[in-house]
């Protein structure tokens, strides 16, 4: 029986079922809409669209790299709870995301999980992670990720078993395991500092024109009657100190704080004998953004065991 648009309407309907799984159900039980809720339900489908609505804030950041530090991946996952963003299957499937990425095309988490899943190319990623989301028992979501090619090396960082992930992609004249540290001393700076761009040079001119302006009503609000070339004096000095605060190469290097990122960098490029340049830097921390919900530790227990 041929499977028509109005059937995985109305099973779509029926079930809140991804699209493609309706169209897989239908085609499965030969366009029979009971049998194909059936389908649905025993392969996980079904129970998890119920589950789709739960906040899923919790979870993994990953970060891997190919073996030739040329490539890598960071990818968030959520979860509803810290707990299943523990267990070893989830983190496993967080992983088995992270390769998948590493070898795909896609642009964007919509392409990602229309793409056969790597590990079973009969299902998509959207399949896996509903499979996932069956076995596990909770709201799953692959939120964001992010790929760089490095002409140069790649180095990555995991922070606190997934709270953070980093990637530094540097110029270098050789990627070696040398190097690779150097950037990974890097990665653990963003991590920890947390900085907004590489350089000054990447600071939107609007956005300094605004802090001025604000720094400069702050400071004559604080020093009534100073004259304005002090004014401005003090806004210079605020607004560069604001800056060593949000850009990398500015910031304090976390290991040694008589150098500079920046001079941390120049002085391990000298000692390698390659020139290390940072291009650029991606830094996920999990939940960022996402309202996280309220639940106590011998709720969130129960739930697991099915009390």
Same mark, same amino acid.
């Not at 073996?67 to 707990?83: L, R």
């Given at each position: 029986?041929?499977?028509?648009?109005?059937?995985?309407?109305?099973?779509?309907?029926?079930?809140?079922?991804?699209?493609?799984?309706?169209?897989?159900?239908?085609?499965?039980?030969?366009?029979?809409?009971?049998?194909?809720?059936?389908?649905?339900?025993?392969?996980?489908?079904?129970?998890?669209?119920?589950?789709?609505?739960?906040?899923?804030?919790?979870?993994?950041?990953?970060?891997?790299?190919?073996?030739?530090?040329?490539?890598?991946?960071?990818?968030?996952?959520?979860?509803?709870?810290?707990?299943?963003?523990? !267990? %070893?299957?989830?983190? @496993?499937?967080?992983? #088995? /995301? &992270?390769?998948?990425?590493? $070898?795909?095309?896609? *642009?964007? =988490?919509?392409?990602?999980?229309?793409?056969?899943?790597?590990?079973?190319?009969?299902?998509?990623?959207?399949?896996?992670?509903?499979?996932?989301?069956?076995?596990?028992?909770?709201?799953?979501?692959?939120?964001?990720?992010?790929?760089?090619?490095?002409?140069?090396?790649?180095?990555?960082?995991?922070?606190?078993?997934?709270?953070?992930?980093?990637?530094?992609?540097?110029?270098?004249?050789?990627? !070696? %395991?040398?190097?690779? @540290?150097?950037?990974? #001393? /890097? &990665?653990?700076?963003?991590? $920890?500092?947390?900085? *907004?761009? =590489?350089?000054?040079?990447?600071?939107?001119?609007?956005?300094?024109?605004?802090?001025?302006?604000?720094?400069?009503?702050?400071?004559?609000?604080?020093?009534?009657?100073?004259?304005?070339?002090?004014?401005?004096?003090?806004?210079?000095?605020?607004?560069?100190?604001?800056?060593?605060?949000?850009?990398?190469?500015?910031?304090?290097?976390?290991?040694?704080?008589?150098?500079?990122?920046?001079?941390?960098?120049?002085?391990?490029?000298?000692?390698?004998?390659?020139?290390?340049?940072?291009?650029?830097?991606?830094?996920?921390?999990?939940?960022?953004?996402?309202?996280?919900?309220?639940?106590?530790?011998?709720?969130?227990?129960?739930?697991?065991?099915?009390?």
């Amino acid at each position: 029986m041929a499977v028509t648009a109005q059937m995985v309407k109305e099973l779509r309907e029926m079930t809140g079922a991804g699209m493609m799984d309706c169209k897989k159900a239908l085609t499965e039980t030969n366009g029979d809409i009971e049998k194909a809720v059936d389908y649905l339900r025993e392969n996980g489908m079904a129970k998890a669209a119920k589950k789709a609505g739960r906040i899923a804030a919790e979870g993994i950041s990953f970060v891997t790299l190919s073996a030739d530090w040329k490539y890598a991946v960071a990818v968030e996952v959520n979860s509803e709870t810290d707990f299943v963003a523990k !267990n %070893a299957e989830f983190k @496993t499937f967080v992983e #088995d /995301v &992270a390769n998948h990425i590493l $070898a795909s095309s896609a *642009k964007d =988490v919509e392409a990602l999980l229309a793409e056969p899943w790597a590990k079973d190319n009969s299902n998509t990623v959207e399949q896996a992670l509903a499979s996932k989301i069956a076995t596990i028992g909770e709201n799953l979501k692959i939120r964001r990720f992010e790929k760089i090619e490095s002409a140069g090396a790649v180095a990555a960082y995991d922070h606190m078993n997934g709270k953070i992930g980093v990637l530094v992609n540097a110029e270098a004249d050789g990627a !070696n %395991a040398k190097v690779i @540290t150097v950037l990974k #001393d /890097v &990665a653990m700076q963003v991590a $920890a500092l947390n900085p *907004k761009y =590489v350089s000054r040079d990447e600071v939107d001119q609007d956005y300094i024109a605004h802090e001025t302006e604000v720094l400069k009503t702050q400071a004559r609000l604080e020093n009534p009657g100073k004259p304005e070339n002090i004014i401005e004096q003090m806004v210079k000095g605020r607004l560069a100190k604001e800056l060593r605060e949000i850009c990398l190469l500015d910031q304090a290097f976390v290991k040694d704080g008589d150098l500079t990122v920046a001079q941390y960098l120049e002085k391990m490029s000298k000692e390698l004998g390659s020139n290390i340049t940072v291009k650029n830097f991606v830094r996920f921390e999990t939940g960022e953004g996402l309202e996280k919900k309220q639940e106590n530790f011998a709720d969130e227990v129960a739930k697991q065991m099915g009390m």
